[in-house]
């Protein structure tokens, strides 16, 4: 039996949802063969987001660990490939997190490591879900906001504390009513998300 740790996000920015809140909502009512599942939603915060997971980390001792997040422009699932050590919200999180934080070059780890692999199979995802039809390909900038936190913070965590937990990152498109009325906005169904991240929950729990 895997205990797989699956996060999702609340809402941000000018957002009135977050795709990934809704496949957590789902998750938990799935029952995957092998995987003993818990689910969360992290707050948009730099100074919360990653603190949160570790602490459900210690509680649950996860084998893995998978964030969920979105990145609005998008138009696959993107496993992402490393997260690096700074906070700058001059891209995506332009106006901030949710409490108002607007950094702009400060380090995660004051002398930390400047990049963390992620320690999924990115590659394997990203196939996986093209074989299974769903548009998917591995991302090499988590950007500089609360996902990227997310990642490089629980990564640094794992290797401080020498741990065998394996821990990722996946970014999802928008969802269409996200974008309703920006037409030319890619976005992918809710349905087609649920079912690729079921998918990778699927291939990480036979994948050592
Ligand atoms: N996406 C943002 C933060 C929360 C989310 O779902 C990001 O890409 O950093």
Request: hydrophobic share 40%.
């Amino acid at each position: 039996m895997k205990k797989i740790l699956l996060s999702g996000f609340e809402p941000f920015g000018n957002l009135d949802t977050n795709p990934t809140t809704a496949i957590i909502s789902r998750a938990e009512d799935w029952d995957i063969e092998g995987i003993n599942l818990e689910t969360m939603i992290l707050p948009v915060v730099y100074n919360e987001c990653a603190s949160r997971l570790i602490e459900k980390i210690e509680l649950f001792k996860p084998d893995i660990v998978l964030s969920l997040g979105v990145a609005v422009g998008r138009s696959a699932i993107t496993p992402e490939r490393i997260g690096i050590n700074i906070q700058d919200t001059a891209g995506e999180g332009k106006t901030g997190d949710n409490r108002g934080d607007q950094p702009r070059d400060r380090f995660i780890n004051d002398g930390g490591p400047d990049g963390l692999f992620s320690t999924l199979p990115v590659r394997g995802i990203a196939e996986l879900l093209v074989s299974e039809g769903i548009p998917a390909q591995i991302s090499n900038t988590a950007g500089t906001y609360i996902c990227n936190n997310t990642l490089y913070s629980v990564l640094d965590y794992i290797n401080r504390e020498n741990l065998d937990t394996k821990a990722g990152f996946i970014h999802v498109p928008a969802s269409p009513d996200m974008v309703r009325k920006q037409p030319q906005m890619p976005s992918m169904a809710i349905d087609i998300q649920e079912k690729a991240i079921k998918h990778i929950l699927e291939f990480l729990s036979k994948n050592d």
